[in-house]
């Protein structure tokens, strides 16, 4: 009786052993599933933004709609939907996906702290970083671009960042 006792005690610490198993490994693959949609969608944006005129980036995809290329309000703006994800709770515009530069705009300027895009920098290559805003003669554009979503288990955010030149 005792034999068998401890051989039922021992296959159910067993079974649940594998069946923790089984839900970790499937909370991971969903954790892992969302990071790669998150992923592809800062890669697909920055490949937007590459293939963007490069004196268009800015104004195209800052926060600013006074400073759009085809008039004010008409640019798709830093703000972009990321399918597969839901949003924060709160999130501007209610999307997943930001572009952030150097500065909102519409102005652009070389000595912004942000030392996640190598700020302050010389944008136009003149060889000073000054105050000045470079927005009409920006030889480089640091970009960062950020997905932040809700998951199962909190908030998560994916960042990628580049640094657009003008050919």
Request: aromatic share 4%; net charge negative.
């Amino acid at each position: 009786m005792v034999e068998l006792a401890v051989s039922i005690t021992v296959l159910v610490f067993a079974l649940c052993a594998a069946a923790s198993t089984v839900i970790t490994t499937g909370a991971l693959n969903q954790k892992n599933h969302e990071t790669e949609v998150a992923r592809r969608a800062a890669e697909n944006m920055i490949e937007v933004l590459r293939n963007t005129a490069f004196e268009k980036v800015f104004p195209t995809y800052n926060s600013v709609a006074s400073d759009d290329p085809n008039g004010a309000g008409t640019a798709p703006g830093n703000l972009f939907a990321v399918t597969g994800l839901t949003p924060i709770p709160g999130a501007p515009g209610g999307v997943c996906g930001t572009i952030l530069f150097p500065s909102a705009g519409p102005g652009l300027f070389e000595n912004t702290n942000d030392p996640t895009l190598g700020m302050p920098r010389d944008l136009n290559a003149d060889g000073v970083v000054d105050a000045l805003n470079h927005v009409g003669d920006s030889r480089v554009l640091p970009v960062r671009v950020r997905i932040r979503w809700q998951s199962k288990n909190g908030p998560r955010t994916v960042e990628l960042s580049t640094l657009l030149s003008e050919l």
